[in-house]
C-alpha cells in the first residue's frame, strides 16, 4: 500500500489513507470480514497506527446508515481520535469541475464522491473505497485509489 521507507527494521508508510463510508460500513458491522481486502487494509492501518483521515460527510453517512443509540456511540467513539478533513470553497469549486469533466467524458460521479476525490487529489491522500465509481474516476483524474497487492506468481 503505497510507497514504504525502512528505519531500524519497521516500515512506516508515507501515504495516508481517506477511508470511504462504503469500507467503514463494512468493517464496524458486527460480521466484519477480512475477506473484504479494503477492509483487511484498514485493519492492517490501524494496528499499524497509519495516519488516517475522515471528513464530516463521511461521519454523517455512517451516523444516518446505522440505526441506534449503541450504533451512534460506537462511531462516534471511534471517529473521535481521526483528524476530519474540512472542505473549503475552492475543494467545492474543483470538485464541481471534476465531476463536470467526468460527466463529460460519459462517467457519472455523484457530488459527495466527487468532493471526497478532490480532497484525495489536494492533499495527496489515498483513497479506500469498496465504491466502484471512484475506480472510473481514477481514470479521468490524479486520484489515487488503493488497490489490492498483486499476487507475485
Given at each position: 500500500m503505497g510507497s514504504l521507507i525502512r528505519l531500524q527494521g519497521r516500515a512506516f508508510s508515507l501515504v495516508t489513507l481517506l477511508v470511504d463510508t462504503s469500507v467503514w460500513s463494512l468493517a464496524l458491522r458486527r460480521d466484519a470480514s477480512r475477506d473484504v481486502a479494503q477492509v483487511a487494509a484498514l485493519i492492517r492501518a490501524i494496528e499499524r497506527g497509519d495516519p488516517l483521515l475522515t471528513t464530516g460527510l463521511i461521519l454523517q453517512e455512517l451516523l444516518q446508515g446505522f440505526?441506534?443509540?449503541k450504533a451512534r456511540e460506537l462511531i462516534l467513539e471511534h471517529f473521535a481520535a481521526l483528524p476530519l478533513l474540512v472542505p473549503d470553497r475552492n475543494d467545492h469549486v474543483a470538485a464541481a469541475d471534476l465531476r463536470n469533466a467526468c460527466r463529460r467524458s460519459g462517467v457519472q460521479v455523484g457530488t459527495i464522491d466527487a468532493l471526497l476525490a478532490q480532497l484525495c487529489i489536494r492533499h495527496?491522500?489515498?483513497l479506500l473505497s469498496t465504491d466502484r465509481d471512484f475506480?472510473?474516476?481514477a481514470t479521468?483524474?490524479?486520484?489515487k485509489l488503493w488497490q489490492p497487492p498483486t499476487p507475485v506468481p
Open positions: 440505526s441506534g443509540p495527496q491522500l489515498m475506480a472510473a474516476l479521468l483524474s490524479p486520484l
